[in-house]
């Protein structure tokens, strides 16, 4: 039987709030323990030991990286997700720093969240894919200087092609419409992208495609 997943949710608005857990409560493997909209009441939920945070960033009186850099500083090391509107390059930076492990956007669909969710609690670190370029160009510039490692070369053709869409944002199901083939099947590719990469996230994997991309434009135009 697969292990039970303990989340506790964070949200100041309430139809957000109950939205997410009549959502997540209503999934295999998932068991809510609250909802609430304020850190004391985060307090409460972690006595009974989440797995997961799940959190709102623009909240008062305090917003959700202020209520984790409190935690952390509490002792708390519950891995969290910030599930939020805003699309702001900097707020995802902030929260990256934070520590978050996840940055999901409200318009995403219901099961690309359940989906990253459950990514997240397996150890990856996953942002909307519509911020995946915003990321990318971030931790693009933390590597500056470092060469695409070779093992690039062990993708087929199509985890390359697959590997090219993640960098540009796309999410699973946008893949699978793009290439005509199933959800299962591109999620199964992406397992084999990040096992033969030795990466731990999407996000990683796209950042090195990226990165290689760069290097073999600037050879072609230094060849010319």
Same mark, same amino acid.
């Given at each position: 039987?697969?292990?039970?997943?303990?989340?506790?949710?964070?949200?100041?608005?309430?139809?957000?709030?109950?939205?997410?857990?009549?959502?997540?409560?209503?999934?295999?493997?998932?068991?809510?323990?609250?909802?609430?909209?304020?850190?004391?009441?985060?307090?409460?939920?972690?006595?009974?030991?989440?797995?997961?945070?799940?959190?709102?960033?623009?909240?008062?009186?305090?917003?959700?990286?202020?209520?984790?850099?409190?935690?952390?500083?509490?002792?708390?090391?519950?891995?969290?997700?910030?599930?939020?509107?805003?699309?702001?390059?900097?707020?995802?930076?902030?929260?990256?720093?934070?520590? /978050? &492990?996840?940055? %999901?956007? =409200?318009?995403?669909?219901?099961?690309? $969240?359940?989906? !990253?969710?459950?990514?997240?609690?397996?150890?990856?670190?996953?942002?909307?894919?519509?911020?995946?370029?915003?990321?990318?160009?971030?931790?693009?510039?933390?590597?500056?200087?470092?060469?695409?490692?070779?093992?690039?070369?062990?993708?087929?053709?199509?985890?390359?092609?697959?590997?090219?869409?993640?960098?540009?944002?796309?999410?699973?199901?946008?893949?699978?419409?793009?290439?005509?083939?199933?959800?299962?099947?591109?999620?199964?590719? /992406? &397992?084999?992208? %990040?096992? =033969?990469?030795?990466?731990?996230?999407? $996000?990683?994997? !796209?950042?090195?495609?990226?990165?290689?991309?760069?290097?073999?434009?600037?050879?072609?135009?230094?060849?010319?």
């Amino acid at each position: 039987m697969a292990e039970i997943l303990k989340l506790a949710l964070v949200d100041d608005q309430n139809l957000c709030r109950r939205g997410l857990c009549e959502l997540l409560s209503h999934c295999y493997g998932f068991n809510v323990l609250g909802a609430v909209d304020n850190i004391e009441g985060l307090r409460a939920l972690l006595k009974e030991q989440p797995d997961l945070l799940v959190m709102d960033l623009r909240m008062k009186p305090m917003d959700g990286i202020s209520m984790l850099e409190q935690l952390r500083k509490e002792g708390c090391t519950t891995p969290a997700v910030m599930l939020t509107m805003s699309d702001s390059e900097t707020d995802l930076g902030n929260a990256i720093r934070a520590g /978050v &492990r996840g940055y %999901l956007l =409200k318009d995403m669909a219901p099961e690309e $969240v359940v989906d !990253a969710i459950r990514r997240v609690a397996a150890g990856e670190l996953v942002v909307a894919p519509t911020m995946t370029v915003k990321m990318i160009d971030m931790l693009r510039g933390d590597q500056s200087g470092q060469e695409p490692k070779s093992s690039l070369k062990l993708l087929t053709e199509r985890e390359r092609e697959i590997l090219q869409l993640l960098s540009r944002g796309e999410s699973n199901k946008s893949i699978a419409l793009t290439l005509s083939i199933s959800y299962d099947t591109v999620k199964q590719h /992406v &397992r084999h992208i %990040l096992n =033969k990469l030795n990466l731990s996230s999407r $996000v990683k994997a !796209a950042v090195l495609f990226a990165k290689e991309q760069e290097t073999s434009n600037s050879e072609d135009s230094s060849s010319r």
